[in-house]
């Protein structure tokens, strides 16, 4: 259950920005979840959505966008999108030293208000 903790640490960040930007209103939020995060984004939502009522962000729409794996693969230097399922290796060199780059975490991308 750890979307609920995720949600709590991004209510925080939009509460910051709202500060820092004099947002009064909130009428959107679009979240990048990437796909190795684990967070089950119905769950997520409701959380964000709970921590928001009675808000300058209650009524809003909440959208969130996947973000795909990349890796970096330090032998050949491929980077790009990554199928990340066991053994892990580059798929342009079979390398197993690559590092991912994107998709192993969950941000704030853009609010949209006034």
Sequence with gaps: MHEFSCAQHL?????????????????????KIGSLTLINKEQFVFWLKEGLKDTLAENNQIVTIEEKPEIECKNCGYYGEGNLEFPYMCPKCFSFKIFLKKGDDYYLESIEGE
């Design 11 to 31: 209510i925080k960040v939009i509460y910051q920005v709202c500060k820092k930007y004099q947002i009064k209103k909130i009428y959107k939020i679009n979240i």
